[in-house]
């Protein structure tokens, strides 16, 4: 088995490609070691003692080191906790639970005006199909969280968390692009 590494916008995440799928569906992250104990992969990153943050994206897994942490040490050690989790065949969670999927849940865009239905079908429509694929491809994910007075409320996950250029892709890119074909946004903001 090869797994390759590729560089994400963020200096202090890598993004590492095991060449099979990770997960099935959605995404998971893992912001802390206690979260990560849902997870044998995770948990065994985050003991490595120089890991900050854990993604799952469905055909790859992003590592965030801690600040003033080198890659070309830390590297090889993940390199090697994902050789020998996925040579052995290890679940991906613990206990075969429906942790496996981070789904957002409905509350969360609670605040969406029912009158606003179509615009927000149109928001999370570009989202799925021209977003979170570019935003995958650097190693995180975007999460829809709003709608509200001409305000798109996104977070942003993996990679894309934490990173120096995630303001300049909300503001620029995103924003920009939503506002092109959805005329009612205004501004994109980090929720």
């Given at each position: 088995m090869f797994i390759e590494t590729e560089t994400t916008p963020n200096p202090a995440t890598l993004k590492f490609l095991p060449g099979r799928q990770v997960m099935s569906a959605g995404t998971r992250?893992?912001?802390?070691?206690?979260?990560?104990?849902?997870?044998?992969?995770?948990?065994?990153?985050?003991?490595l003692g120089d890991v900050t943050g854990v993604f799952f994206g469905q055909e790859f897994i992003s590592v965030t080191a801690g600040p003033g942490v080198e890659w070309p040490g830390l590297k090889p050690q993940v390199v090697?906790?994902?050789?020998?989790?996925?040579?052995?065949?290890?679940?991906?969670?613990?206990?075969?639970?429906?942790?496996?999927?981070?789904v957002p849940a409905d509350e969360e865009a609670e605040g969406d005006d029912p009158a606003d239905a179509d615009i927000v079908a149109q928001i999370k429509d570009l989202i799925e199909t021209r977003v979170r694929p570019a935003v995958a491809?650097?190693?995180?994910?975007?999460?829809?969280?709003?709608?509200?007075?001409?305000?798109?409320?996104?977070?942003?996950?993996?990679?894309?968390?934490?990173?120096?250029s995630s303001t300049a892709?909300?503001?620029h890119g995103i924003e920009g692009l939503l506002k092109h074909y959805v005329p009612e946004v205004t501004e994109v903001r980090a929720a």
């Amino acid at each position: 088995m090869f797994i390759e590494t590729e560089t994400t916008p963020n200096p202090a995440t890598l993004k590492f490609l095991p060449g099979r799928q990770v997960m099935s569906a959605g995404t998971r992250e893992f912001a802390t070691p206690e979260a990560a104990s849902a997870s044998p992969l995770a948990e065994a990153l985050f003991d490595l003692g120089d890991v900050t943050g854990v993604f799952f994206g469905q055909e790859f897994i992003s590592v965030t080191a801690g600040p003033g942490v080198e890659w070309p040490g830390l590297k090889p050690q993940v390199v090697a906790i994902l050789l020998d989790h996925f040579a052995s065949g290890a679940p991906l969670f613990a206990g075969g639970d429906a942790g496996a999927i981070a789904v957002p849940a409905d509350e969360e865009a609670e605040g969406d005006d029912p009158a606003d239905a179509d615009i927000v079908a149109q928001i999370k429509d570009l989202i799925e199909t021209r977003v979170r694929p570019a935003v995958a491809n650097d190693g995180g994910d975007i999460i829809y969280r709003g709608f509200r007075e001409g305000v798109v409320y996104l977070s942003m996950q993996g990679a894309c968390s934490g990173c120096p250029s995630s303001t300049a892709t909300l503001k620029h890119g995103i924003e920009g692009l939503l506002k092109h074909y959805v005329p009612e946004v205004t501004e994109v903001r980090a929720a």
